[in-house]
């Protein structure tokens, strides 16, 4: 029986195991195995909610041992050192605990087709202080730790005000104007407000909560049409947040940002959002990769040095001959993994070519609005924006929630969220 291990739990990753599990390995045909240094599973593209309070991961987190009981498949927890392509072993890492002990030594698992599902983690850049003065957005550890400094931030700055401060306030800095800073920005705008209203501190939280988005583009969002991104720019000013164009940063202080120009803007927090690249052990594995380290594929996925190696998602470099790169989304991922699914599922593999298709993109600009474009099969977009967008954005998240539970469960989580919405408030307060 064919060992599949799929490495990396995150969009495509675990959709491949819930499939290939449902499939293949409840028939006997194959073991599949999924490896992460996590025990649960959060949709990257809303960790900008845990990031301002949003939402609480716990409730929204999928236990990958619950998953893998349910689905037919095998999880195992480690952070992978490396692979040996030779002898076609995964090494893990010692699993250790919070207090230290060691749960499980360091081990390996043999496979017979390996999927690398890795991710992407935040690109610096090189850029002199990033890295020891920036928080990024890259797990849900990371984006707690943004909102507790958030939170921790505003009572200090509250604090400060009553004492009679001569600046009062707190500034929060979000470098990259892309998907991920302008949802975030949104999403902050409407924490702080949230937090005054419930006596956490007691600013102005426009005046004393001050957001700023610096993009060293002339636009906002530049995946989108100009009108969408002009449009997304006007209603984060409306909310008080300062958009900066053109402002690339020279350096991050401890307490400021400097841009090229030597305009100096203070900042508590630092958020890093303008880029990202493949994590640091696709570049150990001696498979040809650009310069974002991401693994180059044929149109079968498999690793272009390496045929018993797969890779999907964001660590992947697959360039369509009809729409060029693949960007980073979790569509991509999706469509991969359904791919994936039927090829290393089937008894008989399919030779057939991944082909991607692009679905457009949908950008939240917090509870009530987004925008984004939509693509239909001939190729012509569409520009969305206003309540059809945000029911669309929602929508993105319930067809995750589809992949991988269900129509059923699907809806029976959306209930429960609809009541827990109604009875608690809106962001967490502590």
Known sequence: METIVIVGGGAGGLELATRLGN??????????????????????????????????????????????????????????????????????????????????????????????????????FGVPGAEQHVLTLDDVAQAETFRQRFVDGCIQASARQAAGAQNPGIDIVIVGGGATGVELAAELSHSARTLARYNVHAMDPVRHVRIRILERGALLLPHLHQRQSKRAARHLRALGIKVLLDTAVARVDAGAVVDTEGCIYPSAITLWAAGVKAPPLCATLGLASNALRQIAVAPSLQALDDPNVYAIGDCANFVCPILGKVPPRAQAAHQQAVYLAQVLGQASPSSAPFAYRDYGSLVSLGSLAAVGVLTRGSGRKYAVGGALARVLYALMYRKHQVALHGVVRMSAQTVADWIREKISPSVRLH
Do not use: C
């Open 23 to 124: 499939s293949a390995a409840k028939s006997g045909r194959a073991r599949v195995v999924l490896v992460d240094r996590w025990p649960a599973h959060f949709w990257k593209p809303l960790l900008h909610t845990v990031a301002s309070g949003k939402h609480d991961p716990q409730v929204m987190a999928i236990d990958y041992a619950a998953q893998a009981a349910e689905h037919g498949f095998e999880f195992a927890r480690g952070e992978v050192l490396g692979v040996d392509r030779d002898a076609r072993r995964v090494s893990l890492a010692p699993w250790i605990a919070d207090d230290g002990a060691e749960v499980l030594p360091a081990r390996s698992i043999a496979y017979d087709k390996l999927v690398l599902a890795l991710g992407s983690v935040t690109n610096l």
